[in-house]
């Protein structure tokens, strides 16, 4: 196994847990099969096939609701002892409401736990990877109050059911993408472009409906004795120059991503920044009140302190700079930060625009996230590269590698507590908007093939020796 430079040589601790994550609208296909309901993924891909880049659907994917055993192989033979994956809440209640209970969703999901645990792997269970029902996204989706309420309705279903085989649970996977790229720029569904206050609501709803559950979770289910957070997603901030100024930009950048989901969850209400930016150009913009919406006194209770681990999706770098005080007049997320964003010529790009390698990111985001929200325990739930097909992805192999040495250096030169880590991804998979034109899995599925036949690319032969041996390299010492 070839070596990168600079990386190290010890081994992890041998608590730590090696995982891979994947999503259901990504990978499971069968989107109309066995009751499922329509999902406002379903919707975003039928109703207009120009949403995605290749015209592709995720209506069969990976077809892994077929080939659900197959995958549980694939899991073992990786080495791992962690899947992270997603209940589909339209096959659980097709419609989003309790009337529409479907025990063929809750059969299926039962099975699939049952079969990890017998292959002594610890499923990671997240409730919302983005495939609302349609029918809840008709009546305002993630703008209305009252789809918090219904994602309680669904938590609890898959608590009750799941639950006595299931310890580790996420709510809500990546709230910011959902209301930056579904409620803001349009890209992905449900496709709405709401970019000065639909975004700011749907922050709000998002965490509502996580807290929702996060309680139902503790009132009702706490003999089943598991942990329960949200996934928030984030990248490390470098200030683009020296100055105090881009200092200062790269902390404004920090707070209205981060810390636009994890102040509320962690430490209470919005991050001041916020607050006063956002209000600030509100009231210039003569509104009476800030497009960011306040929380009550009791909702910010209710909200504050819901976690029992930090779960951290990390994937880049993004270079921040100062920029002059954007024009007041058209409210607008982008212009309340305030920053400008680029990235540094010396990192790594991927074939995703966004997507950059800067291994000691992850170093430097795991500090940051340690001693700002002081969580007790991380884990790391996506982190992966953008290729075209290949199974010779010495770049995949040796951006995790890089990745995970900076992250070991978190956990024995930091002492930052990192439990586990799932990879992105198991398997490629439906890419939203980019369709199958880029892939993130460390195992090759060939969509041309009526059987998704998959094979094991350079980075998953890699990747199980690392978790065989704890060790990033061909040899390691303890
Ligand atoms: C993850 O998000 C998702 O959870 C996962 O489903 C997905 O497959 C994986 O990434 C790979 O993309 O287009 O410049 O506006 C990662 C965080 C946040 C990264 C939104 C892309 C859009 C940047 N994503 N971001 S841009």
């Not at 073992?76 to 994956?85: A, G, H, I, P, T």
């Not at 058209?330 to 309340?336: I, K, Q, R, W």
């Not at 170093?363 to 010779?392: C, F, M, Q």
């Amino acid at each position: 196994i070839p070596k990168a430079t600079n990386i190290t040589n010890r081994k992890f601790p041998s608590t730590f847990i090696w995982g891979a994550a994947t999503a259901a609208y990504q990978i499971e296909g069968a989107w109309d099969e066995d009751g499922k309901g329509e999902s406002m993924w379903d919707r975003f891909v039928h109703s207009d096939p120009t949403h995605i880049d290749d015209r592709s659907t995720g209506d069969v994917a990976c077809d892994s609701y077929h080939k659900w055993q197959e995958d549980i192989e694939l899991l073992k033979q990786l080495n791992v002892k962690l899947y992270r994956f997603s209940v589909a809440w339209t096959r659980i209640l097709p419609t989003g409401y309790l009337e529409s209970f479907n025990q063929a969703g809750v059969d299926y999901y039962v099975n699939f736990v049952k079969a990890l645990r017998a292959a002594e792997i610890e499923p990671m269970v997240t409730l919302y990877h983005w495939d609302l029902p349609q029918t809840l996204s008709e009546q305002g989706g993630w703008l209305n109050d009252s789809t918090a309420d219904r994602f309680g309705d669904y938590a609890r279903i898959v608590f009750k059911n799941l639950g006595p085989y299931v310890k580790l649970w996420a709510t809500i996977n990546e709230p910011k993408t959902t209301c930056t790229q579904g409620y803001a720029s349009g890209e992905m569904a449900p496709g709405l472009k709401l970019v000065g206050d639909g975004i700011y609501q749907c922050a709000r709803v998002q965490l509502l409906a996580h807290a929702t559950a996060y309680h139902i979770y503790h009132d009702e289910f706490a003999d089943q004795g598991g942990n329960v957070t949200i996934v928030i997603d984030a990248t490390y901030n470098e200030p683009l120059t020296d100055s105090a100024a881009d200092a200062e930009a790269a902390e404004w950048e920090f707070e209205f991503n981060l810390g636009w989901y994890a102040n509320p969850v962690y430490l209470g209400d919005w991050p001041q920044i916020m607050i006063d930016r956002v209000g600030n150009r509100s009231k210039a913009e003569g509104l009476s009140q800030s497009r960011l919406p306040p929380w009550s006194k009791d909702e910010l209770e209710f909200v504050k302190g819901t976690f029992d681990y930090f779960a951290l999706n990390m994937y880049t770098a993004v270079a921040v700079n100062a920029i002059d005080e954007p024009p007041i007049g058209t409210g607008n997320y982008y212009l309340d930060k305030g920053t400008g964003t680029s990235y540094k010529p010396e990192w790594t790009p991927s074939i995703a625009g966004w997507l950059y390698s800067y291994p000691y990111g992850m170093r430097g985001l795991l500090n940051r996230v340690w001693s700002k929200y002081n969580p007790g325990s991380i884990y790391v739930t996506e982190n992966g590269w953008a290729t075209t097909e290949d199974l010779n992805d010495q770049g995949r192999l040796e951006y995790l590698q890089g990745y995970l040495s900076n992250m070991l250096d978190a956990i024995l030169e930091d002492g930052v507590v990192v439990d586990g880590y799932t990879t992105w991804s198991l398997m490629d998979n439906f890419e939203w908007a980019r369709g199958y034109t880029q892939r993130y899995g460390i195992i090759d599925v060939d969509f041309n093939s009526p059987n998704r036949t998959r094979t094991f690319k350079d980075s998953a032969k890699w990747y199980s020796q690392t978790a065989a041996t704890y060790c990033l390299v061909d040899t390691c010492v303890d």
